[in-house]
């Protein structure tokens, strides 16, 4: 897996680098606009993690290009603009994801490996890890035979945990995508939900599927 | 007194006090015509009476009367322009005020204090544009800082020591990251910067969901959270930002509180409006500090606040949400028992 990381911040550039080097992908670096469009343009890259404020063409631009020559390869925002409508016109500028600085790491390590199996996302209706059956449809959720009582929230905390298909998912993006929270509320609720929710799936139902990564967020699988 | 009132008086008091005088030496005349021919000397003195009273207090009515008129007519630009200045503040200083037109002293006036105000705007924005540059120029040192700090902890060579320093390093961070959030938001806000879509939102819902998570929040700290009846209510806003309101306020709730204690959820239709009401047990706000909790950074009891962990912004951020969704926001308390937020939004329609 290669990925092209845009950032005219040295530092920054290198600590995201490290960290997803350590996660096993390729990385190449750049610090402009220009040579970020030109370099997308001749290699392909599996994901581009693309800051918007740089030096020459800015980052919604060069996703602008990209997309105009019908080049897909998914991209991640990054900005420290903190524009309240930025997303949206990331998004629609066609990027994949967006991440306001300053980001966790662990945030971005599990948005970029969400964006490298994208379409990859488990899109059925009856969901398995495991022993662990969720169907989406009657919204009901069993383990080994023994069906599980889930408020709202959880079952949508567990749907998204499921669907991620053994991904890392960090804080952040379950609060975007289970909460609708687009800010940092400072309070330990993910973790308090997790908790809750592993309690009724995992506690004395056979192996544990839900585990924490420790400062990163959580992951759903059968660990072998 | 009005400049009004002091002007139309002293008027009359001059016209009475000359009209006296004409009466007085007028008379002393007479007095010594009197001497010489008596006879005359007091028909006179009749008639002077008769003058001075049949003319003079009807002219020093007329004088009062129009004297005020008058005054009224010329103090008008004045009373509208300190009209117009009441409601200037630091969001529509670049309104200009009316101005006559007519290059008097009143038309001078309102040009000079524009001058002013432009003056002010000026001052303001610049204030409020380098608050935006120092939060965004913040955030590329705590990205780095965050980041290379993530890293560290990912070593696992690390000794349970160091492990515990950068991991308390990072909670700083990561709250420093939260001020710096919420001062970028309020300071755009500020700016007009922030736009929100409204749309129709049903009020009970985001209640309900908050209340959900208020709960599992409170249960780690031995809280008892209850929610009355939430009838169907819809306002126009932003799910977001009301979502971002009803937690930051049930959040507060559930910090600033008391062992034990409790935390009430209500909402409730009161005429034109939504009412919805946060109260908890907490150790309650004093009343002299109760109208700053809305300020930013602002923290009431030093000793108090340093045992829970907050942006110092939350209050304030909630103020602006229920200001730009053109509603109202309030804190009452009873030291010791209790404190109660209510937040009252304009209605869209009810669904029964």
């Known amino acids: 897996m290669r990925i092209l990381v845009v950032e005219d911040e040295r530092k920054t550039a290198s600590f995201i680098r490290k960290a997803l080097q350590a996660e096993g992908f390729a990385v190449d670096t750049c610090g402009n606009g220009d040579d970020a469009l030109a370099l997308a343009q001749s290699t392909p890259f599996d994901v581009i993690v693309l800051d918007i404020m740089l030096p020459g063409r800015d980052g919604l631009s060069v996703v602008r290009q990209l997309r105009k020559g019908k080049n897909a390869t998914p991209v991640l925002l990054l900005s420290a603009r903190g524009e309240v409508n930025e997303r949206v016109e990331g998004l629609d500028a066609g990027a994949d994801d967006y991440l306001p600085k300053p980001f966790e790491l662990a945030e971005l390590i599990a948005r970029v490996r969400a964006l490298t199996r994208r379409g990859g996302e488990n899109k059925s209706t009856m969901l398995r890890v495991g022993d662990l059956l969720l169907d989406t449809l009657t919204r009901q959720a069993q383990r080994g035979g023994q069906a599980i009582t889930l408020t709202t929230r959880e079952y949508r905390l567990l749907e998204f945990l499921m669907r991620s298909g053994g991904r890392l998912c960090g804080r952040m993006m379950i609060l975007e995508k289970v909460w609708d929270y687009d800010f940092d509320p400072g309070t330990n609720l993910v973790d308090v939900y997790v908790r809750r929710l592993r309690e009724k799936i995992d506690a004395g139902l056979g192996p544990k599927l839900l585990h924490t990564v420790r400062g990163s967020g959580y992951v759903m699988k059968e660990m072998p | ?352």
């Open chain 2, 1 to 352: 007194m009005t400049i009004r009132a002091r002007v139309t008086w002293c008027n009359a008091a001059l016209l009475l006090c000359s009209l006296v005088l004409i009466a007085v030496l007028s008379l002393a005349e007479l007095h010594e015509r009197h001497e010489r021919r008596p006879r005359a000397a007091e028909r006179g003195m009749e008639e002077i009476i008769e003058i001075t009273f049949w003319i003079g207090v009807p002219a020093v009515l007329l004088s009062i009367g129009g004297g005020w008129w008058l005054m009224r007519k010329a103090l008008a630009p004045v009373t509208a322009l300190s009209r117009a200045a009441e409601r200037i503040n630091e969001f529509n200083l670049s309104q200009p005020l009316p101005r006559t037109g007519n290059g008097d002293e009143l038309d001078r006036l309102a040009e000079v204090l524009n001058g002013m105000t432009a003056r002010l705007d000026g001052s303001f924005a610049r204030v409020r544009e380098f608050t935006l540059h120092a939060s965004h120029e913040l955030k590329t040192p705590l990205t780095i800082l965050r980041g290379e700090t993530e890293t560290e902890l990912r070593d696992e060579s690390l000794s349970p020591a160091q492990r515990e320093r950068a991991a308390s390093r990072l909670d700083e961070l990561r709250r420093l990251s939260r001020i710096v959030d919420g001062l970028t938001l309020l300071t755009k806000a500020d700016a007009g910067l922030v736009p929100l879509e409204l749309a129709p939102v049903r009020l009970d819902d985001l209640a309900r969901d908050s209340f959900a998570d208020a709960q599992i929040l409170a249960e780690t700290l031995g809280l008892r959270v209850e929610c009355g009846e939430l009838p169907a209510v819809t306002v126009a806003g932003n799910a977001h930002r009301l979502r971002q309101l009803l937690l930051n306020i049930l959040d507060n709730a559930i910090k600033y509180n008391q062992p034990q204690g409790w935390v009430r959820l209500a909402l409730r239709r009161a005429g034109e409006t939504a009412e919805l009401t946060v109260a908890n047990s907490g150790p309650g706000i004093a009343p002299d500090i109760l109208p700053r909790v809305f300020d930013r950074f602002f923290r009431g009891d030093p000793a108090h606040s340093s045992a829970v962990e907050g942006c110092g912004l939350g209050l304030s951020i909630a103020q602006w949400i229920v200001t730009a969704h053109g509603g109202s926001i309030e804190i009452a308390s009873a030291p010791g028992k209790s404190t109660t937020v209510t937040v009252r939004l304009p209605f869209l329609m009810t669904t029964a």
